[in-house]
């Protein structure tokens, strides 16, 4: 998910707090409230998978707005 698309090629220090919340909300938040709603049904013992980015990991040029750190946060929900 590309969630704040205008504020994506920002450096993190440029980007807006909406910008960074909406990176955050799209990218990571969303996964927290499909799962709150499905996990209901799911068998006991059933996974969750989402799908990352490097700049999780790495930094990536060009790759900024919060982005980066909404896919750190996805990933570390994922293995919560």
Known sequence: SLANGPE???????????????ASSASAYSLVS????FAPMM?????V??????ASERVIPGYGGGMSSAK???ESDTRT
């Open 72 to 74: 750190a946060q996805l």
């Open 34 to 37: 499909m799962v709150s709603r």
């Open 43 to 47: 068998p006991p013992g059933g996974s």
């Open 8 to 22: 994506v090629t920002k450096p993190l220090l440029e980007t807006s707090r909406a910008g960074y919340l909406a």
């Open 49 to 54: 998978l989402s799908l990352s980015y490097i």
